[in-house]
């Protein structure tokens, strides 16, 4: 099935760091979800973006809906250890029955 | 609020068995239910959709006969695999949307590791 490109794939970062990352694709999207995963657990929502151009914070998570509808970013700010992680990002196209697609996912390791 | 709760957590089988994995939701009435597998250190890639009261809708690829949904309630979904083998162990995990989550978010339920021996 499609998936979202997801970038970067991975990243080490050191705690207090800014984490930005993106997802992309080639057709429009009517919402964009950002849900992080632990090992073994299912994903959990973090954010919910429902309109091109919003911008939305969840603490110190911000997430933007692309003006294009193509695209949408993730930002973290001062990050801590429990931002470990997988991120995906998950979308709704038009017509396609409420189905989610997801993105590739981006592995966050956070060191002290 | 918006709970989803699977059972079992983790479950091992004998090949050419078959096991059965339980998708709740707790707190609200789920008009579809999603079934999704993923494997180590990849994304979620969607099996198959099922609406309360009708036929589950599988995706390309997916055989309905192997991976059998039933969707009897607003608050029970079950994913069935029939004779599995080796190369069905995966993290299978469901998500529920209500009547108020249509066509946004979903919630989903903690996974279900399953290993075929």
């Known amino acids: 099935g499609q998936q979202l490109n997801q970038s970067p794939q991975s990243m080490f970062i050191q705690e207090g760091e800014d984490v930005s990352m993106n997802c992309t694709s080639s057709?429009?999207?009517?919402?964009w979800l950002w849900y992080k995963q632990d090992p073994g657990e299912g994903p959990v929502l973090l954010i919910a973006?429902?309109?091109?151009?919003e911008l939305t914070s969840n603490g110190r998570l911000t997430a933007q809906f692309g003006i294009t509808r193509k695209d949408s970013f993730l930002n973290i700010s001062a990050s801590i250890p429990s931002d470990v992680g997988i991120y995906f990002c998950?979308?709704?196209?038009?017509?396609?029955?409420?189905?989610?697609?997801f993105g590739t996912g981006t592995r966050l390791q956070v060191t002290l | 609020g918006a709970v989803v709760s699977q059972h079992p957590s983790w479950v091992i089988c004998k090949s050419g068995t078959s096991v059965k994995i339980e998708c709740r939701s707790l707190?609200?009435?789920?008009?579809?239910m999603f079934w999704y597998r993923q494997f180590p250190k990849q994304s979620l890639m969607l099996m198959a959709t099922?609406?309360?009261?009708?036929?589950?809708?599988?995706e390309q690829g997916v055989e309905k006969d192997k991976f059998l949904i039933n969707h009897a309630s607003l608050t029970l979904s079950t994913l069935t695999v029939t004779s599995a083998h080796p190369e069905d162990s995966s993290f299978y995990i469901c998500?529920?949307?209500?009547?108020?989550?249509?066509?946004?978010?979903?919630?989903f339920g903690q996974g279900t590791r399953l290993t075929v021996v």
């Open positions: 057709s429009i999207f009517n919402t």
């Open positions: 099922s609406n309360e009261g009708s036929k589950a809708t599988y």
């Open positions: 973006l429902y309109k091109a151009g």
């Open positions: 707190d609200f009435q789920a008009t579809t």
């Open positions: 998950a979308g709704l196209r038009p017509g396609t029955a409420s189905k989610l697609t």
């Open positions: 998500s529920a949307r209500g009547y108020w989550t249509v066509n946004t978010e979903a919630f």
